[in-house]
């Protein structure tokens, strides 16, 4: 597969037609509209362009219609690419991130986006700082989309190595499945 070039949100071809009903508006707040996601971590070169790709991946699988993005809530990766051990680990499972670039996450996402998912509670903290009066997305934490896991970080694998990564695709792959199951529950 070819890297083609990220320009902004991903929004996934549409396999089967789906409209929110709102039956649970709770966790699609007042949308009746096709649902947005955005993954958080710090730089934007590690967790969330993973969790990005399996989401993406997850969500093609299964014919869900879904805007998908990341960002980091730091700004020093702006522009870069995603680290060329987790670009090694998505393509190691079929996914072709090279052409991602790093974004700080921006007040505007907070109504951009219908999810936006950080994936350590540091960055949660930091995006509940940021988060404007006006916001309309769900604000949670990933590895809440799994039961037995809420509370948890997803694995920074940063300082490690391959198996680190591979940790964390574990990670956001279970995760991505948990979340494409519970929006198709609600579309």
């Not at 907070?110 to 009066?133: E, K």
């Not at 956001?172 to 519970?182: E, G, H, Y």
Request: net charge positive; proline share 5%; charged share 20%.
């Amino acid at each position: 597969m070819g890297a083609e070039p990220r320009l902004g949100p991903i929004s996934i071809p549409i396999t089967k037609s789906r409209l929110m009903t709102g039956l649970d508006r709770r966790f699609m707040p007042g949308l009746m509209h096709q649902p947005s996601v955005l993954f958080v971590c710090l730089g934007n070169i590690c967790r969330s362009p993973l969790a990005e790709a399996a989401f993406r991946k997850e969500a093609q699988r299964m014919g869900l219609a879904v805007t998908v993005d990341s960002a980091g809530t730091g700004n020093w990766h702006v522009g870069s690419a995603p680290d060329l051990r987790a670009c090694a680990q998505a393509l190691r499972c079929g996914v072709d991130i090279a052409a991602y670039r790093a974004r700080q996450v921006s007040r505007a996402d907070f109504t951009r986006f219908t999810h936006i998912f950080a994936l350590d509670a540091n960055n949660l903290a930091d995006l509940r700082t940021l988060r404007p009066a006006d916001a309309t997305a769900h604000l949670g934490l990933l590895l809440d989309e799994v039961p037995g896991h809420e509370g948890q970080s997803v694995a920074d694998p940063y300082y490690g190595g391959r198996e680190d990564f591979a940790q964390t695709w574990d990670e956001v792959t279970r995760a991505a499945k948990a979340l494409v199951a519970r929006l198709q529950a609600v579309a």
